[in-house]
């Protein structure tokens, strides 16, 4: 028996696509800048080794990412570059997701002077020209337990100061919360699509009635599971949607719109 769904109406202060096509990171398409920083306390600095570990993941990471595009006939090409390999970037106050939405964007600023940007603007304008990249991304790996999440920008913030919250970031810790358990290339890529507008499938109502629908429809797409094989997961068709894969969207995809009003994306 196929699944009902009752479609949201749109109202006047729908903020539904807010971070579609919007900040440094717009659309899954074309040719991607991707920094990656990594920090860590100074009590517990990085290995070698272990960044090592964490730039193949994100290699492995674009790599689904352009194998995805290519299922919806769209071509996605990535340029890499590094922050702190050396393990010299030690740092206590990155934020986390519970802070403030002002201190998650400000911190890629602090970052940026670090490495000879006077801001933001400086360093996206230096990604085009340079770099000749469309579109950039930066991801800041720490080397501790918590919970990985992503700041992609809002027509909002945006809206608010263009210069300021241009820069669009995640922030991946090396271990989930409270285990041994490291950050496999399957989280990279769901954070990383957030950046491109995608919406978590697992937050969910009171009684589960989002996941449960995602799970019949949607079983295999990588917002709904971030810990497994990568090679396992799609992008599902709404999410190809948002992150401007697929042109057309169909109106019940709205249905598994978040609420905005409580959401963060994890």
């Given at each position: 028996?196929p699944?009902?769904?009752?479609?949201?109406?749109?109202?006047?202060n729908?903020?539904s696509?807010?971070?579609?096509?919007?900040?440094?990171?717009?659309?899954l398409?074309?040719?991607?800048?991707?920094?990656?920083?990594?920090?860590?306390p100074?009590?517990?600095?990085?290995?070698?080794?272990?960044?090592?570990?964490?730039?193949?993941?994100?290699?492995?990471?674009?790599?689904?990412?352009?194998?995805?595009?290519l299922?919806?006939?769209?071509?996605?090409?990535?340029?890499?570059?590094?922050?702190?390999?050396?393990g010299?970037?030690?740092?206590?106050e990155?934020?986390n997701?519970?802070?403030?939405v002002?201190?998650?964007?400000?911190?890629?600023?602090?970052?940026l002077?670090?490495?000879?940007?006077?801001?933001?603007?400086?360093?996206?304008?230096w990604?085009?020209?340079?770099?000749g990249?469309?579109?950039?991304l930066?991801?800041?790996?720490?080397?501790?337990?918590?919970?990985?999440?992503?700041?992609?920008?809002?027509?909002?913030?945006?809206?608010?100061?263009?210069?300021?919250?241009?820069?669009?970031?995640?922030?991946?810790?090396?271990?989930?919360?409270?285990?041994?358990?490291?950050?496999?290339?399957?989280?990279?890529?769901?954070?990383?699509?957030?950046?491109?507008?995608?919406?978590?499938?697992?937050?969910?109502?009171?009684?589960?009635?989002?996941?449960?629908?995602?799970?019949?429809?949607?079983?295999?797409?990588?917002?709904?599971?971030?810990?497994?094989?990568?090679?396992?997961?799609?992008?599902?068709e709404?999410?190809?949607?948002?992150?401007?894969?697929?042109?057309?969207?169909?109106?019940?995809?709205?249905?598994?719109?978040?609420?905005?009003?409580?959401?963060?994306?994890?």
């Open positions: 028996m699944i009902r769904i009752k479609v949201k109406p749109k109202g006047p729908d903020t696509e807010s971070t579609i096509n919007i900040g440094s990171a717009k659309r398409s074309g040719k991607i800048f991707v920094l990656s920083v990594f920090v860590a100074y009590s517990n600095p990085w290995l070698p080794a272990d960044i090592e570990r964490q730039k193949q993941k994100v290699f492995e990471a674009e790599r689904w990412l352009r194998v995805q595009a299922r919806y006939g769209k071509n996605v090409e990535f340029v890499n570059s590094a922050f702190g390999a050396d010299s970037f030690l740092d206590n990155m934020p997701v519970y802070d403030s002002v201190k998650k964007f400000l911190y890629p600023s602090e970052v002077i670090k490495m000879g940007f006077r801001s933001k603007e400086a360093f996206v304008d990604v085009r020209a340079k770099q990249c469309t579109q950039c930066a991801i800041v790996f720490s080397n501790t337990q918590g919970r990985s999440y992503a700041s992609p920008i809002t027509k909002e913030l945006y809206a608010y100061d263009s210069n300021e919250f241009n820069l669009e970031c995640c922030f991946l810790y090396r271990y989930h919360t409270g285990t041994d358990i490291e950050t496999n290339a399957a989280a990279i890529a769901h954070e990383m699509l957030h950046l491109f507008g995608a919406w978590d499938l697992y937050e969910d109502d009171d009684n589960h009635t989002r996941a449960r629908k995602t799970v019949v429809m949607f079983p295999n797409s990588i917002m709904l599971h971030s810990h497994c094989d990568i090679w396992e997961l799609q992008i599902d709404i999410n190809a949607w948002l992150v401007g894969l697929k042109e057309q969207g169909k109106d019940w995809y709205r249905w598994f719109e978040p609420d905005q009003d409580n959401y963060e994306c994890e």
